[in-house]
């Protein structure tokens, strides 16, 4: 069966099936491992229609379809693209069959004769409907229960090619299902095994690149310049610390080839994290500007939960770009909280102004409470479990939500790849003293 014979492939379902198959490269299933057991509710989905993929696919899509009605309209009807359409379903439901099915199979090779398709053809005798419902019915006994109703739907159309075309949808669906529970299936056992598994993977990879550490290198590298610049104490716990947080901190250029993986995860826990900070440094200012007739935590919720939700908006890069929207409603959050008499224009103004200093990346308040946040998830990366840091009190349990993400991402990094580490670090601490001894 030629791969042109169908309509054109939609490119995620595809990949889905690939993703259960053992035709995956190591790099694919390194990563395909990974996701499984960083993300409980990993699913493949089909692509958006709206998108530019999804345009792209309708243009194709209905060009193809044409060209089936086409041959369809014919008199008589030129049927050698719908014998190529049957051919092809019948081999996604032949894969669809539990592989111990086999009467069902069977049962599929017996009805969907192509042969004897192409003399019902030649004799005026072939009857589509009849195809159809056929098709529909083993569909009905293969799928979720949830695709009943799509499925069922494809009996009430009476036109050949809208037919054809919702019956391959549907079987995107079904293809998709099967390989969303051959996942859920794959997860408690590769959960088990998952570190020695990626470990394996990667140390297959570097095999046939033996540069593939280069950018790790140049990372742990420069962290540990950085840390003897700073007259900070290096040892190889200490530099994988220092290491991670940088990945939090700022932007790390090249991407370590330890971190890809989980960059848009490091992404997240740094997003996640300034909203923390900025948050309780807010808080902070407000209560320390204003007075004692803040001083209490509804307040301190009030002004959380306002900060918060114009920091969920993806398109701002830090929370301090929200300031000239949010200052209007902290003043207000403070006029209603201060009842017993109105606030004056210039008490407005000075808190306008407090909120405007918070603005500037070395702003005292948010660096103290950013370095007491880092401080807190590297004890916690060393294993040492103490009292959130002073300040957070009110954000105490985002902070400590943002810091379980963090320390398990990074302790699963470590777990994976600690070996490699090891070896780097030792190559970096040699190459230091050999350098030493020679100057």
């Known amino acids: 069966m030629s791969d042109n014979s169908g309509p054109p492939k939609s490119p995620h379902s595809s990949d889905a099936m690939a993703a259960a198959s053992s035709d995956l490269d190591e790099q694919s299933r390194l990563q395909l491992a990974h996701e499984l057991c960083m993300n409980e509710n990993l699913e493949m989905a089909m692509p958006d229609p709206n998108s530019i993929y999804g345009h792209v696919k309708q243009i194709v899509h209905r ?75 083993l569909m009905l006994g293969l799928c979720a229960p949830a695709r009943d109703p799509t499925i069922r739907s494809i009996l009430s159309q009476s036109d050949p090619v809208e037919v054809f075309r919702e019956v391959f949808g549907a079987l995107d ?97 740094a997003r996640e994290l300034s909203a923390v900070v900025f948050s309780a440094a807010t808080i902070l200012v407000l209560q320390t500007g204003v007075g004692p007739t803040v001083q209490h935590d509804s307040f301190a919720n009030k002004v959380r939960v306002t900060v918060y939700q114009l920091c969920s908006d993806e398109l701002i890069s830090h929370p301090r770009d ?48 950013w370095e007491r946040a880092k401080q807190f998830f590297t004890s916690l990366c060393s294993g040492v479990v103490g009292p959130v840091p002073a300040g957070f009190s009110v954000c105490a349990t985002d902070l400590q939500g943002v810091a379980s993400k963090y320390t398990h991402l990074v302790s699963y990094n470590r777990g994976v790849f600690g070996p490699f580490y090891a070896d780097i670090i030792s190559e970096i601490t040699s190459s230091q003293q050999a350098s030493s001894s020679t100057s």
């Open 63 to 137: 060009a193809f379809w044409d060209s089936v009605r086409a041959g369809l309209e014919k008199s008589p009807p030129d049927y050698e693209h719908s014998l190529r359409l049957i051919a092809e379903i019948k081999g996604i439901l032949l894969d669809l069959v539990p592989s111990g099915a086999q009467r069902a199979k069977d049962q599929i090779n017996e009805v969907m004769d192509i042969d004897l398709y192409k003399q019902q053809i030649e004799n005026d005798s072939f009857n589509l409907q009849g195809v159809v419902k056929f098709v529909v019915e």
């Open 173 to 269: 669906l079904m293809r998709l299902d099967l390989v969303n529970y051959q996942l859920r299936s794959l997860r408690p056992a590769l959960l088990a095994n998952s570190v020695q598994y990626e470990q394996d993977k990667f140390r297959n990879l570097l095999a046939s690149n033996p540069a593939g550490l280069d950018k790790t290198k140049q990372w742990l590298g420069e962290t540990e310049r950085r840390m003897k610049a700073g007259n900070q104490p290096v040892s190889p716990s200490t530099l994988l610390n220092s290491a991670f947080i940088r990945l939090i901190q700022e932007e790390v250029d090249p991407i370590p080839e330890t971190i890809a993986m989980d960059l848009s995860r490091f992404v997240t826990v």
């Open 322 to 369: 929200i300031l000239p929207n949010i200052s209007e409603k902290l003043v207000d959050i403070v006029r209603e909280t201060i009842t017993s008499r109105p606030l004056r224009d210039e008490e407005c103004q000075n808190i306008r102004g407090m909120l405007s200093g918070l603005q500037s990346p070395s702003n005292p308040v948010y660096c103290l409470l």
